[in-house]
């Protein structure tokens, strides 16, 4: 298994302001992902990270307002630009082994609990 | 993803085995059957996966159908700690294979 730890667990943001959370992995793993689950409702995937290049984004999230980072196989970072009320949500990070192709065993985050008002 | 259709919740006695269904109508002859599962305010953890034999692990029992249109996750003996919501998820066979789509799960309540 893989432990992955986020920052910050928890914030509470103005309008207008930006916010990036960080992914750690205990170990290097090729396949990163963001989601968001929104109160009250199931995840919902926003991007694929990928090292070395931009990430891929699915529909209804564009990179301008979630921007991602991932430098290496152990770290990405979201950021939830000019932020709104409805991006009041969980934003969980989730990793994958590169073990063989139908493998679809996600390990994921704690979660970071982001707050606007 | 292959759609999936699971209740929306579900009760079962501490000590019980605790039966959760999910049918995958849709689901193509080299498509997996994965579950997870959200306790309160922590991230889904994986649980099992299959393909179409029976599988048992440390934490669950999965039973799929014959003819692969639906399957039972089985926890043989629910404690309190097992309360969380249960995903039935059947990803992509191609291109986005490690990709998941979540649907509303099924909220199992153990009940003391």
């Known amino acids: 298994s893989a432990v992955i730890s986020q920052k910050p667990s928890r914030d509470i943001c103005q309008r207008g302001t930006s916010l990036t959370i960080q992914c750690q992995v205990d170990?290097?793993?090729?396949?990163m992902f963001w989601y968001r689950q929104q109160p009250g409702q199931s995840l919902t995937l926003i991007a694929t990270?990928?090292?070395?290049?931009?990430?891929?984004?699915e529909s209804g999230f564009v990179i301008d307002k979630f921007p991602i980072s991932r430098p290496n196989l152990t770290f990405s970072t979201l950021t939830v630009s000019n932020m709104s009320p409805e991006d009041s949500s969980i934003y969980l990070c989730?990793?994958?082994?590169?073990?063989?192709?139908?493998?679809?065993?996600?390990?994921f985050g704690p979660g970071t609990r982001l707050t606007v008002l | 993803d292959a759609k999936t259709t699971q209740p929306p919740s579900m009760d079962c006695a501490e000590g019980r085995a605790a039966n959760l269904p999910c049918n995958h109508s849709t689901i193509s002859g080299n498509e997996y059957v994965y579950w997870y599962r959200q306790i309160h305010s922590q991230g889904p953890q994986y649980i099992i996966h299959g393909l179409k034999n029976n599988e048992t692990n440390e934490m669950a029992s999965l039973i799929i159908t014959e003819d692969r249109k639906s399957s039972t996750l089985i926890l043989p003996h629910a404690t309190l700690r097992d309360t969380a919501v249960y995903y039935c998820?059947?990803?992509?066979?191609?291109?986005?294979?490690?990709?998941?789509?979540f649907g509303s799960g099924t909220q199992l309540t153990v009940l003391p």
């Open positions: 998820i059947v990803p992509l066979s191609s291109g986005s294979a490690r990709q998941l789509t």
């Open positions: 990270a990928n090292q070395g290049s931009e990430a891929t984004y």
């Open positions: 989730s990793v994958s082994r590169d073990r063989e192709f139908n493998d679809n065993e996600q390990f």
């Open positions: 170990s290097q793993v090729t396949m």
